[in-house]
């Protein structure tokens, strides 16, 4: 077999045996192994179908079924096949794009041998193993466990102090760096020295396809290596750089919380850039909007080095004021012969080459094409010079000295596309072949899944696309990840012209995948919204499939927290679907739901029901009374009531909801829980609280059946029921239930996240309900602590601790502090509630004790009833709230005198917690307490 068979196929399998966890077990497996022949056969690789895998010593198979045919041979185990996948897969056409550069020499694939001899001399050696593997799989964590590995696998004699003694942080996922970058040392140098002497920000501009996102790689990822910077992030340019950093560091390094619009992530990524005080590098990938605004913000992160790559002119890039340009050149001759010999393998021929380069303009993406067309087809130098003589090519035309500062007009653009399309014809892309790249052409320029494009094409298997891949027209970049190079995008866009109704089934596919019902985590869907906007980008047009893709992409930036673009498509779904299907079609239906949904969550109350309330005509005259759709818009009226604070009508509609779904969904049905969940929410609030604790716990039985022990909803769950056990007075189960919650909390979200704010806040208030005040505030401040990391100092939740650091304050007899934190929430929610709303009524009512304890009576009087204004025009008059509030004035009435001001309201506070509360609550005995002091 050829030298990069891995010399020894029988020590290859020996690992694969290792790798399933087995001991070498020669009596039973060497029969098997002692020929090269026996795996030949059991993998077909020796027959006549594959002589250009033979001739290559690849394996053109996937891991799974060189699995099947092994194992089904017993030549390896059937079982465990996580290491076989982990490493056949590097065994594969791409091995050698998985080189990291470890040294001065790019021959990754001479690393990659050398690993595996020390694989043979150390094969006990699991641990060591395992390091490898993460040294091909993932670059960046390898790069972390620098001097033990090293000593592993770099050859003798290498420098081992050489190593980065500091680790650098990744801001984001790194790409894969190249197999042996050609024929750009000096321009890797002068990067160098623009950055480190006389620029901190630089554009690297060239005509597309010359290799400007290569030598981005290559500088990122020798780097790495060094250790240079403290920082070092890779952000594809996607639709904007806004919406590119933010998906790109989405979680990690920086944290976001539900409600956050994009703009406030934003604005969080861009201050932890700037607080970064280390040297540090940023690269942005194939900028290709000239007029992005956000592009400005890159210069003004000041310890960073960035470098853009583009194709747009450097004059038309306004916005990278303080960048400077540095043009990235053609390839010299030699390195346009290296290129092309280091994918074809055939006889050389320097003289018929040379000519053939120029007839390619010295450009590298097409150099590559040719090669891998010469290469596939077995056609000699000679006959591919023929071929393209023959077909009119010369690319070199029009490339020349002023292609330099002007390559990005249509013309030129044009004229590379329609020679790069008579490339389709000579490596014979197949109708079939074009399919695929037109499909492909409306994706963003990313690593996409094989895996899941097969099945969004419906491909019955990879044949068709690895020969794409063979052909050049797509790159294998990973363990099942391909990208498709832009320029190439562009040229089939150019000549295939996709639109809705060629790509129809395609839309349909991603639309799919962006769809998420109870049982799925919408955040698992977020990784498909790059596709989703990019089919928009492409094919926006009035189908039916563009209406729900924009459908299926609003609620999921509605759940990530960016209202206005879920708004804008929610809005664009609605004029589709009522355009393409008329007003009363049940999908208009679902967008006006959808609609709904987004102005609730904005304040907006009213367009809110006017749209619910269109939807529910819509969905009652197409559907019978036991559709699932008509509860669905029963539970979304009951949300808008319950946020108008009308909760009768909430009530009514949820009743409804729940009936439907009790007839039609399973009894454990998470949309069932919901209902619950939301129906022990409305009875609390009545004052209800026997009926809502028997909903909360039917909503928890549920969680607890369908979802693992760590589940967010369930930590929602366990704190709702805490809450309302505290309202009962059972603080045992308060305190319980509310640890419960919190140890989710612990173990799913980040130090900082907001869920950990809203979880120690409300212990905080459980301690203070027993008079552990020592622990109450320090669960408050370490509440407060997380709020001012995670979200704004005027949001809700940000009222909410000012308000229990005060009642906390009040307690321990520090007033003023309990005075400063009562006003700053009352300031926040005054701001955020211009009307009338119950949160803000509890804090008049909580200000107004403050003015009590300090003397301040007509201060405390003027705010209490204010309070009580406020609920009587939302709440129910047996509403446990009122008790509270009834209690307060009768102590204000006291204190000033009137006696019988102060008895009557605490008669009506009593005759609250009769009807609510037994008869042993610690509530009501106090308020009898209190009565018999007034009778006094």
């Known amino acids: 077999m050829h030298d990069r068979s891995l010399h020894n196929i029988f020590d290859f399998f020996y690992l694969l045996k290792k790798f399933n966890g087995l001991r070498p077990d020669y009596n039973k497996y060497s029969p098997k192994l002692n020929t090269y022949s026996a795996i030949e056969g059991a993998l077909g690789i020796g027959s006549k179908n594959y002589p250009y895998y033979r001739k290559r010593g690849f394996i053109p198979l996937r891991a799974e079924d060189i699995y099947l045919r092994l194992s089904e041979k017993n030549i390896i185990p059937k079982n465990n096949m996580k ?132 030598i981005c790689k290559a500088y990122i990822h020798d780097h790495v290596i060094k250790g240079s910077y403290s920082y070092i992030g890779w952000i594809n340019y996607i639709s904007s750089f806004k919406e590119s950093i933010v998906s790109q560091m989405n979680g990690h390094p920086v944290l976001f919380n539900e409600q956050d619009t994009l703009d406030e992530k934003y604005d969080k990524v861009i201050f932890f850039l700037q607080s970064i005080r280390e040297e540090s590098l940023l690269i942005i990938d194939n900028i290709v909007d000239k007029d992005d605004e956000s592009l400005w913000d890159m210069s003004a992160i000041p310890f960073f080095k960035i470098i853009a790559n583009s194709r747009c002119q450097f004059n038309e890039l306004k916005r990278l004021e303080g960048f400077h340009q540095y043009v990235l050149d053609f390839l010299e001759m030699k390195d346009c012969l290296d290129l092309f010999y280091t994918i074809y393998e055939g006889e050389k021929d320097d003289e018929i080459l040379e000519k053939i380069i120029e007839l390619a303009g010295n450009h590298t993406l097409t150099i590559e094409l040719l090669a891998k067309t010469a290469y596939y087809s077995g056609v000699t130098i000679k006959e591919l010079y023929k071929g393209i003589l023959a077909l009119g090519f010369n690319l070199g035309s029009m490339i020349n000295a002023q292609v330099k500062t002007s390559w990005h007009n249509m013309r030129k653009t044009e004229t590379i596309f329609n020679h790069l399309l008579k490339l389709f014809s000579l490596s014979h892309v197949s109708e079939e072949e074009k399919e695929v790249l037109m499909h492909l052409s409306v994706l963003p320029p990313v690593d996409i899944n094989e895996r899941e494009l097969l099945k969004w094409l419906n491909l019955p298997n990879a044949s068709l696309m690895h020969t794409i891949i063979e052909k050049g027209w797509v790159k294998r970049v990973g363990f099942w990840k391909i990208t498709m190079h832009p320029l190439i995008q562009e040229t089939t866009r150019y000549s295939l012209k996709p639109d809705a109704g060629k790509c129809h089934h395609f839309i349909q596919a991603i639309a799919d995948e962006l769809f998420f019902s109870g049982y799925d ?10 596709l989703g906007d990019s089919l928009l980008k492409y094919l926006d047009e009035d189908t039916q499939s563009i209406g729900l893709l924009y459908n299926n992409l609003s609620k999921i930036y509605r759940v990530c927290g960016q209202r206005s673009k879920a708004l804008d498509y929610q809005l664009k779904a609605t004029q589709i679907r009522a355009k393409v299907l008329g007003e009363n079609h049940p999908d208009l239906a679902t967008s006006l739901c959808n609609l709904s949904v987004i102005y609730t969550e904005m304040g907006k109350s009213d367009l809110a029901l006017k749209h619910a309330l269109d939807a529910l005509a819509i969905r009652q005259e197409a559907f019978d009374e036991k559709h699932p759709d008509l509860a669905t818009s029963y539970f979304n009226l009951s949300s808008i009531y319950v946020e108008m604070g009308k909760f009768d009508e909430s009530l009514d509609y949820q009743l409804k909801a729940i009936a439907i779904r009790e007839a039609v969904f399973d009894k454990n049905h998470p949309d069932l829980s919901l209902c619950y969940n939301d129906m022990a929410y409305i009875y609390s609030a009545m004052g209800d609280l026997d009926k809502g604790l028997h909903f909360q716990l039917k909503s928890l039985h549920i969680m607890e059946e369908v979802f693992d022990r760590y589940h967010p909803e369930l930590s929602v769950a366990y704190n709702n029921l805490s809450i309302i056990y505290r309202h009962r007075g059972n603080m045992e189960k308060c305190l319980s239930y509310q640890l419960k919650s919190i140890q989710i909390v612990e173990k799913i979200c980040d130090q900082y996240h907001p869920e950990r704010a809203s979880s120690y806040s409300n212990l905080s208030m459980i301690y203070n309900a027993v008079d552990q005040y020592d622990k109450a505030l320090d669960y408050q401040l370490k509440a407060m602590d997380i709020q001012y990391h995670s979200l704004s100092e005027n949001h809700p939740n940000t009222a909410i601790i000012h308000n229990n650091l005060s009642i906390i304050y009040r307690n321990i007899g520090e007033f003023d502090k309990a005075l400063e934190h009562q006003l700053k929430a009352i300031h926040i929610a005054e701001t955020l509630y211009p009307k009338a709303n119950l949160q803000l009524a509890n804090f008049y009512s909580n200000l107004s004790i403050v003015y009590r304890k300090v003397g301040q009576y007509q201060n405390a009087l003027d705010y209490q009833l204010k309070d009580i204004d406020i609920k009587a025009k939302m709440i129910d008059e047996y509403h446990h709230d009122f008790a509270d509030s009834y209690e307060n004035l009768s102590c204000i009435y006291r204190l000033i005198d009137k006696v019988d001001k102060a008895l009557e309201y605490q008669l009506k506070t009593i005759a609250i917690r009769e009807k609510i509360f037994n008869k042993d609550h610690p509530e009501l005995i106090k308020a009898y307490k209190v009565l018999s002091e007034i009778n006094q």
């Open 521 to 530: 985590n919408p955040y698992d869907k977020v990784q498909y919204t790059a």
């Open 83 to 214: 290491w076989l996948r982990e490493l056949v897969t590097y065994v594969h056409t791409d091995v050698n794009s998985h080189d990291i550069a470890l040294s001065d020499s790019h021959d990754s694939f001479n690393r990659f041998i050398h690993i595996l001899q020390n694989f043979y001399e150390k094969k006990e050696d699991e641990a060591y193993i395992k390091h490898v593997i993460m040294y091909l799989d993932n670059p960046q964590q390898y790069a972390i466990e620098t001097e033990t590995i090293w000593q592993h696998i770099s050859p003798k004699g290498n420098n081992v102090n050489s190593v980065r003694k500091n680790r650098t942080q990744y801001l984001t996922r790194l790409p894969k760096a190249s197999f042996k970058l050609i024929g750009r040392e000096k321009e890797l140098s002068d990067i160098e020295h623009d950055l480190s002497e006389n620029h901190r920000v630089l554009l690297v501009n060239g005509l597309g396809g010359i290799g400007k996102t290569e």
